[in-house]
């Protein structure tokens, strides 16, 4: 009682209550989406939960964290999206979770998302029926319709692709769709005139340009306007910029300067900021497009990047506190004989001919371009803040992981043409002028293994359709009452 008395007692509440103070601050109102949530800690202060198989190769200090079941993936277009969708297919089927459902595949696209196309939603319902945890499927983006739809407090994130490399795939997957596409003979040909071919507002020629920005629901510039449902911008930015940082840039980022803009960097080699040559860049208003990308700031939480597919895996992981075994899986809606695409190789192996290519395929597609920049630049702004050492260590143990399951599940140990793909319920639907690969499941596992091994191989449709038979299971019919057969 001598060392504890009146005025000693001050020195511990004081110390409670500066931590209290702290606390407060740290888990203080950040405003993002128009609305208040709670700030999460960085991803550099909390390690990758592991299951503990996984754990002694990354550190065995593991935070402890609760996983994030409330998710929005904004499902672009040709950009490795597929993979991601088998992914959270898994693990909201394996967490019995609720997903918000199109009627058919897609939430009527390319017209913008609205909360009516969910399957089951009712807004009257809101307080009484239970929320749904991930909304995953085609759209074109529609803040205020998700909101509708999903908690406000969900994460949002998506992907996107260098549009060199999204050219190539989207004119091979879409030529018979896009009138601009059908009408070229080769990406060549439409690449070196492709005013020649495209024509704003024309059917399925949304998928001819800008793809990415169309998916984000972006309005378009006019020298670039498409004749569709645009979304609309806040007409004042000036208090969007003081509240945004660019995607996992950390506290000390600045809104990138509009000038970056017109210095393209080569993403694809290693991730770092080198200068390219693309005089025929063209972005129209840069502040314009700065608008855009900080709009998107404020509302994705983590955009992926499809050249980095394995890196944004783990940051993606980290982000949501899950493990790794969480968002290992295959590669779907591959087409065969596409290898990487363009701007996916080294510019040391590329021709000429694929330089020239990727140099107009990125300038016709300007506002791809530069979100495309924007996104890989706060991709590694992220990994810089993960830790280079332990983002390697992380993605090696996911591609361990990877090829492990390939050799256990697949015959052949990857990817098949789909005429080996008897079994039509692991058959990916075939569209376009380039086949879909798909994957068999070896023989002799045991029911445990084969149930997961399907489930890794398992096209989008297919799941999307196991999903809504578990939602919306059928009304049980009743029983007929019996007659009896009169003779004669």
């Known amino acids: 009682m001598r060392h504890w008395g009146p005025r000693s007692l001050w020195v511990p509440l004081g110390v409670f209550m500066t931590i209290g103070f702290g606390l ?10 128009g609305r208040t949530f709670l700030l999460r800690p960085l991803s550099r202060f909390s390690m990758l939960q592991l299951r503990p198989s996984w754990t002694p190769l990354l550190g065995t200090a593991v935070e402890s964290c609760l996983p994030r079941q409330r998710l929005v993936f904004l499902k672009t277009h040709k950009s490795g999206s597929s993979s991601v969708l088998n992914l959270l297919h898994r693990y909201g089927d394996r967490h019995r979770l609720r997903f918000a459902l199109p009627v058919r595949y897609q939430f009527g696209y390319p017209r913008l998302f609205q909360a009516s196309r969910v399957k089951g939603y009712r807004p009257q319902d809101r307080s009484t029926r239970p929320p749904f945890h991930i909304l995953c499927h085609h759209m074109r983006f529609n803040l205020k319709e998700v909101l509708q739809v999903m908690p406000s407090d969900s994460f949002f994130f998506s992907i996107v692709r260098d549009p ?18 059908r009408k070229a003979p080769s990406l060549a040909a439409f690449l070196s005139n492709p005013r020649a071919f495209y024509r704003p507002g024309a059917k399925g020629d949304h998928y001819a340009r800008n793809l990415l920005w169309f998916d984000f629901g972006l309005p378009f ?20 910029q003081r509240h945004v940082l660019p995607s996992g840039a950390g506290p000390g980022a600045k809104i990138l300067d509009p000038s970056d803009i017109f210095q393209p960097v080569s993403t694809v080699a290693d991730g770092h900021s080198q200068p390219a040559s693309l005089t025929s860049f063209d972005v129209g208003s840069s502040s314009f497009i700065q608008w855009g990308l900080a709009w998107l700031d404020s509302i994705f939480d983590l955009v992926m990047v499809a050249e980095y597919f394995d890196e944004s895996l783990v940051l993606l992981a980290d982000a949501l506190c899950w493990g790794l075994d969480d968002v290992v899986g295959f590669m779907h809606n591959a087409q065969a004989g596409g ?25 016709w597609n300007n506002l791809d371009w530069a979100l495309y920049i924007h996104f890989n630049r706060s991709l590694w702004a992220r990994i810089e803040q ?6 390697q260590r992380a993605v090696a143990e996911l591609r361990a992981r990877r090829a492990a399951l390939a050799k256990h599940c697949l015959v052949g ?26 994957y068999v499941i070896q023989s002799g596992l045991s029911p445990q293994d084969q149930e997961e091994c399907e489930r890794l191989a398992t096209p989008e449709l297919q799941y999307k359709d196991l999903l809504d038979a578990r939602q919306f299971p059928p009304p049980v019919p009743l029983p007929l009452k019996t007659t009896r057969l009169l003779s004669r």
């Open 339 to 363: 290898g990487q695409g363009l701007g996916a190789a080294s510019n040391n192996t590329r021709t000429a001919e694929d330089q020239q290519l990727t140099a107009r395929a990125r300038a």
């Open 164 to 181: 060199a490399a999204l050219a190539r795939s989207a004119f091979s997957y879409y030529k018979s769709t896009s009138s601009a596409f």
């Open 413 to 438: 140990g990857e990817a098949l043409d789909p005429k080996y793909i008897t079994n039509h319920r692991l058959r990916p639907f075939q569209f376009g002028s380039t086949k879909v690969l798909g």
């Open 386 to 391: 993960f830790g280079h050492r332990r983002l």
């Open 221 to 240: 510039p006019p020298e670039t306007k498409i004749k569709r449902e645009n979304s609309h911008l806040p007409k004042d930015l000036n208090p969007l």
């Open 24 to 33: 407060q601050l740290w888990g203080g109102p950040f405003q993002k989406r």
